[in-house]
């Protein structure tokens, strides 16, 4: 394309994208079609990959095509493997997309779908985009060290000692979570259960077929990878409708949680090219497949939002969650903006994958433009519901009421108007029994998911069929989470326990292995135990620790790459994480202070606490908000500290009173410069 062209067409998304957005932030009064939404986000992340990322790659980062990676200089078959860039995206995107971007986008939707949308699409160019790629190749520079040793390295012994505190206890917080909401979708649905469990084998024989029959062979095992998994799919309808098949796979919530446990310890100890890598890059087939359909659908049935831009509830007495629009709005949003969880895939697995520089740019940068695409598809599928078909789905039952009667006439009460006999309606369509008071997000995407699909794709006889689909989906896009995840923790133990003893250290070394994936199993499995067995389902005591856990760890990362931008000499580039690191720790302090301290018992953990103990409540609940309360506090303390040393190290430098050195393993030329021409 001549250069005049190619200016004048970014002209032309650049002007689309800024009409988008000003029709959907200035739209008042009458519904929108959700087509505006995609066309907005859609533009701005091109504009924003083409030029933001590229400015970054090029004035910041400096990109080296001829630099080796740590993938081919420190090659082992197990940790370190240099990796197809598609197979690494493909990974890399599994591995970050989790329960952020499903359910969080769709619990804001409270407060309208004007606020979550502008938060999504300007926090991902600007800061989750960033962070993700600034995080991925400074980790690549340190031999795939880890967000924590990179930390006491730049930072200092102690912000480094500080970081690995705060860093190990948020992972461990997020992965419970993480097996918590999967343990919930898939408990007593042996479709999901048996399509979900036919992916271990299916990834097993993509490792052996690309590792020893037909290496090299992308294009062929993806093909083959994405047949098996639509048959996966069917076979997961076709045993839900067998009860010799589907008793085996209807499991209860203990039964699936020791699944869980032991799926995440094989993951952390096999090698990645066996499981791990094949697996995330088979479950992007599903994720992308899915959101294409979804994108599809919206573009071809083009519907209205029936969502206000802004709800009464900006005032923070929403029923969904209680806190005004900021903070909240920002905790609750969580992933499909920014997340802490990123910094730790790029600085753990990815790392160790990739074969050159030049493609961090598209792995770090590109695979989080994709997630943020699947938060404004959450945003798109809870808004097109009817509001009081929102509220009804997920207001619980201590404040909308019980019964469906009683629950119809507290939300109509509200504005939105909604019937019992309507949503009795609804649950038929879908295969359940009621939607009421069915809360935590993921029911109500999946609602809006089939609503979608079915107009487009099947009509309502299918209804049913799409909506486990839809809950299948979003079980299949978080466990890929937490298998990485617990790689990644395993790493953090192995090079914490390599001080005391070196041979633990070698991530190389089965013993070592073994261990040190027990033990981060062992940690996240403790607390995923405890939610399963606690009375209201244990994401009402774990579900508000993850919004600030996941947003701290994203400023404990932005603290460390702004340090290693001051160490390079590129000062004046420091704006580029340093902005997003000052709105992190705006939004997640107030929030914290909030949760911990707030009078409101529907808002702080202590004066829930209170409440539950002045009127005799379960001792159970009044611990976890206790516990909430301390863990909340701890790791604010915890980033606190790290943000005190990073700014001191900052000053000494600029200053000029402490030398700027970075940690940087020392150049080697690539082997592979020759194939990239």
């Given at each position: 394309?001549?250069?005049?062209?190619?200016?004048?067409?970014?002209?032309?998304?650049?002007?689309?994208g800024?009409l988008?957005?000003?029709?959907?932030?200035?739209?008042?009064?009458?519904?929108i079609?959700?087509?505006?939404?995609?066309?907005?986000?859609?533009?701005?992340?091109?504009?924003?990959?083409?030029?933001?990322?590229?400015?970054?790659?090029?004035?910041?980062?400096?990109?080296?095509?001829?630099?080796?990676?740590?993938?081919?200089?420190?090659?082992?078959?197990?940790?370190?493997?240099?990796?197809?860039k598609?197979?690494?995206?493909?990974?890399?995107?599994?591995?970050?997309a989790?329960?952020?971007?499903?359910?969080?986008?769709?619990?804001?939707?409270?407060?309208?779908?004007?606020?979550?949308?502008?938060?999504?699409?300007?926090?991902a160019?600007?800061?989750?985009?960033?962070?993700?790629?600034?995080i991925?190749?400074?980790?690549?520079?340190?031999?795939?060290?880890?967000?924590?040793?990179?930390?006491?390295?730049?930072?200092?012994?102690?912000?480094?000692?500080?970081a690995?505190?705060?860093?190990?206890?948020?992972?461990?917080i997020?992965?419970?979570?993480?097996?918590?909401?999967?343990?919930?979708?898939l408990?007593?649905?042996?479709?999901?259960?048996?399509?979900?469990?036919?992916?271990?084998?299916?990834?097993?024989?993509?490792?052996?077929?690309?590792?020893?029959?037909?290496?090299?062979?992308?294009?062929?095992?993806?093909?083959?990878?994405?047949?098996?998994?639509?048959?996966?799919?069917?076979?997961?309808?076709?045993?839900?409708?067998?009860?010799?098949?589907?008793?085996?796979?209807?499991?209860?919530?203990?039964?699936?949680?020791?699944?869980?446990?032991?799926?995440?310890f094989?993951?952390?100890?096999?090698?990645?090219?066996?499981?791990?890598?094949?697996?995330?890059?088979?479950?992007?087939?599903?994720?992308?497949?899915?959101?294409?359909?979804?994108?599809?659908?919206?573009?071809?049935?083009?519907?209205?939002?029936?969502?206000?831009?802004?709800?009464?509830?900006?005032d923070?007495t929403?029923?969904?969650?209680?806190?005004?629009?900021?903070?909240?709005?920002?905790?609750?949003?969580a992933?499909?903006?920014i997340?802490g969880?990123?910094?730790?895939?790029?600085?753990?697995?990815?790392?160790?994958?990739?074969?050159?520089?030049?493609?961090?740019?598209?792995?770090?940068?590109?695979?989080?433009?994709?997630?943020?695409?699947?938060?404004?598809?959450?945003?798109?599928?809870?808004?097109?519901?009817?509001?009081?078909?929102?509220?009804?789905?997920?207001?619980?039952?201590?404040?909308?009421?019980?019964?469906p009667?009683?629950?119809?006439?507290?939300?109509?009460?509200?504005?939105?108007?909604?019937?019992?006999?309507?949503?009795?309606?609804?649950?038929?369509?879908?295969?359940?029994?009621?939607?009421?008071?069915?809360?935590?997000?993921?029911?109500?995407?999946?609602?809006?998911?089939?609503?979608?699909?079915?107009?487009?794709?099947?009509?309502?006889?299918v209804?049913?069929?799409?909506?486990?689909?839809?809950?299948?989906?979003?079980?299949?896009?978080?466990?890929?989470?937490?298998?990485?995840?617990?790689?990644?923790?395993?790493?953090?133990?192995?090079?914490?326990?390599?001080?005391?003893?070196?041979?633990?250290?070698?991530?190389?070394?089965?013993?070592?292995?073994?261990?040190?994936?027990g033990?981060?199993?062992?940690?996240?499995?403790?607390?995923?135990?405890?939610?399963?067995?606690?009375?209201?389902?244990?994401?009402?005591?774990?579900?508000?620790?993850?919004?600030?856990?996941?947003?701290?760890?994203?400023?404990?990362?932005?603290?460390?790459?702004?340090?290693?931008?001051?160490?390079?000499?590129?000062?004046?580039?420091?704006?580029?994480?340093?902005?997003?690191?000052?709105?992190?720790?705006t939004?997640?302090?107030?929030?914290?202070?909030?949760?911990?301290?707030?009078?409101?018992?529907?808002?702080?953990?202590?004066?829930?606490?209170?409440?539950?103990?002045?009127?005799?409540?379960?001792?159970?609940?009044?611990?976890?908000?206790?516990?909430?309360?301390?863990?909340?506090?701890?790791?604010?303390?915890?980033?606190?500290?790290?943000?005190?040393e990073?700014?001191?190290?900052?000053?000494?430098?600029?200053?000029?009173?402490?030398?700027?050195?970075?940690?940087?393993?020392?150049?080697?030329?690539?082997?592979?410069?020759?194939?990239?021409?």
């Open positions: 394309m001549k250069p005049s062209l190619r200016v004048l067409l970014w002209i032309a998304i650049a002007l689309l800024a988008a957005v000003a029709t959907i932030a200035l739209h008042r009064g009458e519904q079609n959700a087509l505006w939404l995609v066309t907005a986000a859609v533009c701005t992340y091109a504009v924003g990959y083409r030029f933001y990322s590229k400015y970054i790659a090029a004035k910041l980062l400096a990109l080296d095509a001829h630099r080796a990676t740590p993938a081919e200089r420190l090659e082992n078959g197990r940790d370190f493997v240099p990796t197809n598609w197979v690494v995206f493909g990974h890399h995107f599994a591995a970050i989790g329960p952020g971007p499903l359910v969080g986008p769709v619990l804001a939707a409270q407060f309208g779908y004007l606020p979550g949308t502008l938060w999504i699409i300007v926090g160019v600007f800061g989750g985009c960033v962070q993700d790629f600034v991925l190749l400074f980790s690549v520079r340190r031999d795939g060290k880890s967000l924590t040793e990179m930390a006491k390295e730049e930072i200092g012994p102690v912000g480094g000692l500080v690995y505190g705060s860093v190990i206890s948020i992972l461990i997020l992965l419970a979570v993480c097996a918590l909401i999967v343990v919930n979708a408990k007593q649905s042996p479709w999901g259960a048996f399509t979900i469990a036919m992916t271990i084998p299916i990834a097993l024989l993509m490792g052996v077929y690309l590792r020893r029959l037909r290496p090299g062979r992308v294009l062929e095992t993806s093909a083959i990878g994405f047949v098996l998994v639509l048959a996966a799919i069917w076979g997961g309808q076709w045993a839900s409708q067998t009860p010799a098949v589907g008793k085996y796979f209807t499991l209860t919530a203990p039964a699936l949680a020791i699944a869980i446990i032991v799926y995440g094989a993951a952390s100890a096999l090698p990645v090219w066996l499981l791990l890598a094949p697996r995330d890059y088979l479950s992007t087939f599903v994720k992308l497949g899915t959101i294409g359909l979804l994108a599809l659908g919206i573009v071809a049935m083009h519907p209205m939002l029936h969502m206000p831009a802004l709800t009464r509830f900006i923070g929403g029923p969904v969650f209680a806190g005004k629009l900021f903070p909240f709005a920002f905790i609750t949003i992933c499909g903006a997340s969880f990123h910094s730790l895939i790029s600085s753990g697995t990815t790392p160790k994958l990739i074969r050159r520089e030049t493609e961090i740019r598209m792995v770090g940068y590109g695979a989080m433009l994709c997630e943020s695409l699947v938060a404004i598809m959450a945003t798109v599928a809870a808004c097109v519901l009817d509001p009081g078909t929102y509220f009804a789905i997920n207001s619980p039952a201590g404040i909308a009421g019980q019964l009667e009683t629950a119809a006439r507290t939300i109509s009460g509200w504005g939105f108007p909604v019937t019992a006999s309507g949503m009795q309606a609804l649950a038929h369509s879908v295969g359940e029994q009621t939607l009421f008071n069915r809360t935590g997000g993921a029911p109500a995407f999946a609602v809006g998911m089939a609503h979608i699909f079915s107009s487009s794709l099947g009509g309502q006889a209804m049913a069929l799409w909506y486990h689909f839809a809950l299948m989906f979003e079980a299949l896009f978080i466990l890929t989470v937490l298998d990485a995840g617990t790689r990644v923790g395993r790493f953090m133990i192995q090079d914490a326990l390599g001080h005391v003893w070196k041979p633990l250290g070698r991530t190389s070394w089965y013993p070592s292995i073994l261990t040190t994936s033990l981060i199993c062992a940690a996240w499995g403790y607390f995923l135990w405890q939610g399963v067995r606690d009375p209201l389902g244990g994401i009402n005591s774990l579900w508000p620790l993850f919004g600030i856990a996941n947003q701290l760890l994203a400023a404990v990362a932005l603290c460390v790459a702004t340090t290693i931008i001051i160490k390079m000499h590129r000062a004046k580039y420091a704006l580029v994480t340093l902005a997003p690191l000052a709105w992190l720790v939004v997640t302090f107030t929030a914290s202070w909030h949760k911990v301290f707030d009078s409101d018992p529907r808002i702080g953990f202590l004066a829930q606490a209170r409440q539950l103990a002045a009127a005799g409540g379960n001792a159970r609940l009044i611990f976890n908000n206790r516990l909430d309360a301390v863990v909340t506090g701890v790791l604010i303390v915890m980033v606190t500290l790290i943000l005190l990073s700014a001191r190290q900052w000053l000494d430098i600029l200053s000029g009173r402490k030398a700027a050195r970075v940690s940087e393993t020392p150049f080697v030329v690539t082997r592979l410069a020759e194939e990239q021409g």
